[in-house]
């Protein structure tokens, strides 16, 4: 309050100061334009009746510095000038003053440098034999003015600002003083008459927040000894959105400030949800919502409460909600992928059945018929492996499996698509065994070097590398020389149905499932999987497993760990 009064009032002084100098310097700019406006045209009017010779011997005594003289010929041309030479100046039967005093016999100007901050007047008679003789002054603009006199004004604005600044605290010391004095502990006393109403109005707030306090905290006790040892989040609040209590729990799901109780909801926690849901709760509606915090799912209710406030509590919903997402994405990735396939067989048989297709290309569409229909069981064949594969299907023929063997066979399967892209293969490493589920391994080799070859350029290249290392894990790198695969992209492309280029994948016949089998085969035996690439010069895909190959429960619990 000392701060307000004090500031309030120095401002206005300032502000004042400032209003009066600015005036000031107005009124006198005024008063010297139309005393020099005057001067110009006396002078110059004494000259209205006379010829050149006459006004150039007058005029020869004039200094620059009082008045500058000019005369001009008619067609504009300086004849005579007391600050210049004539010769150097420009023609003048345009400049206003000037071709004003040619036609009506007087003209006046004025020209503002804006650089200078000076103003320039000028007033112009035509003589008896029709020269003009134009008379001007150089003074100080408005703006200059005002920046010639701002030094003396801050001097006047500091001097003044000082001296109400100890007024204003003397005086505003003064006025809180008695105010700063009440004591509210004890009985209140006005210190003024008209705060009077406002010291009882106190007064009876502070009666009614103590017994506020005292119920708060009886109940507080009661809530406490139920919430300490409660896994659950669960937090009380009162009719107005205060906090009354809350367990460690909630405290450290919400990240609330601690301590939180006494604080509005929207104040320790800051999330606008889950307080509107508080509003609508302590307005007599339960509510329910889903939220995120730190990257765990909860489910949090939020219910009015029989004497008043509500209860909000937070349950951890994360494996569950994780579940959904994965089985609703799965359903919804599934059907648009069964779509396609399903939708050119529909269009093919439909031309065949109606008869819009000639002879010689019925072939043609039996032909892609039977292409989408190969698609569309590859798809089902991917889909049904990928979810024995997430619930761990497999682990009971687990053997011991050669890898360079099983990669052999993969190449030999594959020769004919690489031959068709020109695409040579190698494979290098020794024989290396680990125990796995051997046709889970040919399927991984499969994916791997099928992606390799489908996604090369021509005339490209195939490296499979199967190498021990020292703490006797095995990798094995499937490389090409291919396309590559934008760094934006590479921490997706083992997601179910992503493809980096559509339009490309399905031409190959892609399902969009390869690398996401990958990844869980490379799971479900203990193992890693990662990539490098880059675009325009190839990828490497590499999947390290364990000396034993050992196995974990599935792949699905793997990729939520």
Known sequence: MNRRILTGMLLLTVIALILISTAVCFVFYGSFSDATRSELRGWADVFRRADTATALKEIEGVRPEDMRVTLVSPDGTVKYDNAASPG??????????????????????????????????????????????????????????????????????????????????NLTRRIVD?????????????????????????????EQIAEQINALQRRADTINAIMDNMREGIIFVDEKGVIISLNSSAGAILSADNPAEGKSVLEAVRDMDLVKSVREALSGSRGEIVKEYDGRTYRVFISPASEGGAIILLLDVTEKSMGEKLRREFSANVSHELKTPLTSIYGYAEMLVSGMVAKDDEHKLLRKIKDEAQRMNTLIQDIILVSRLDEGGGGDAFENVDLRATASEVIEALSLSAADGRISVRLAGDSACIRADRSMMYELFYNLIDNAIKYNIPNGKVNVDICRADDGQISVAVSDTGIGIPKESQARVFERFYRV?????????????????????????????????????????????????QTLPSARQQSEK
């Open 88 to 169: 150097a100046m420009d023609n003048h039967a345009r400049r206003e003053e000037v071709a004003e005093a040619l036609t009506t016999g007087t003209g006046e100007s004025r020209r503002l440098s804006g650089t200078l901050g000076e103003e320039t007047y000028y007033y112009a008679v035509r003589l008896a034999d029709g020269n003009v003789l134009r008379a001007a002054k150089t003074r100080s603009s408005v703006w200059g003015m005002f920046s010639g006199s701002l030094p003396a004004v801050a001097l006047v604005i500091l001097i003044v600002f000082a001296i109400g600044y100890f007024m204003a605290k």
């Open 178 to 206: 008695p105010i700063n004095s009440v004591d509210l502990e004890h009985g209140l006393s006005s210190p003024y008459d008209e705060m009077a109403p406002f010291i009882r109005t106190i007064e009876k707030q502070r």
């Open 501 to 549: 280029d559509k339009s490309r994948s399905k031409k190959k016949g892609g399902t969009g499932l390869g690398l996401a089998i990958v990844k869980h085969i490379v799971l479900l035996h203990g193992g890693q999987v990662s990539i490098e690439s880059r675009e325009g010069e190839g990828t490497t895909m590499t999947a390290t497993f364990p000396s034993g190959g």
